[in-house]
T-cell receptor
């Protein structure tokens, strides 16, 4: 069975501080993992996917198959990073299985 | 392209009434997904279609929920009769086709309140 766990419902950091949003998954095969973000009053949108190994808006995420984790990191948080972040997994390339989300609040 | 379009954006109804949510996917996208978002359960997949055919409806919570996709540019999610626990934000998303690991494009959502 597929499962995505985001242990933190709310994460509050100061501007300029490093931020790490945790994501753990369980899947028997080779999953594809994503981070989606929902800014206030905006649509849910893709932030990054592990297969691309890209950095978007300063965020990176490394797939650690040994720890079954896909944590999202940014060295210096900005106020505009405040949003709801969802980790998601797909094993078949079809539907996404989302975690329950972490609300990130960056305060000045 | 305006992206995925959903209507209405907000719906308030009384328990027992029928509710119909609508979605127009991005033109050319062959796969469509319906999700439900609640505080307790987060984002849950309800059903998805490929080429207008339902592929997996195992996430549909009860027989009160039904979804159709009569053509490539339109889908509905119907709840009959509605109950207060159905209150949630319902999202529709589309992708060009199944089989790839591409981005899903989400609509703005419909916020449903059942009193």
């Amino acid at each position: 069975a597929q499962r995505v766990t985001q242990p933190e419902k709310l994460l509050s950091v100061f501007k300029g501080a490093p931020v790490e949003l945790k994501c753990n998954y369980s899947y028997s095969g080779s999953p594809e993992l994503f981070w989606y973000v929902q800014y206030s009053r905006q649509r849910l949108q893709l932030l990054l996917r592990h297969i691309s190994r890209e950095s978007i808006k300063g965020f990176t995420a490394d797939l650690n198959k040994g720890e079954t984790s896909f944590h999202l990191k940014k060295p210096f948080a900005q106020e505009e990073d405040s949003a709801m972040y969802y980790c998601a997994l797909t094993g078949s390339g079809y539907a996404l299985n989302f975690g329950k989300g972490t609300s990130l609040l960056v305060t000045p | 392209d305006a992206g995925v379009i959903q209507s209405p954006r907000h719906e308030v109804t009384e328990m027992g009434q029928e509710v119909t949510l609508r979605c127009k996917p991005i033109s050319g996208h062959n796969s469509l997904f319906w999700y439900r978002q609640t505080m307790m359960r987060g984002l849950e997949l309800l059903i998805y279609f490929n080429n207008n055919v339902p592929i997996d409806d195992s996430g549909m919570p009860e027989d009160r929920f039904s979804a159709k996709m009569p053509n490539a540019s339109f889908s509905t999610l119907k709840i009959q009769p509605s109950e207060p626990r159905d209150s949630a934000v319902y999202f529709c998303a589309s992708i060009p086709d199944l089989g790839g690991f591409g981005e899903q494009y989400f609509g703005p959502g419909t916020r449903l309140t059942v009193t």
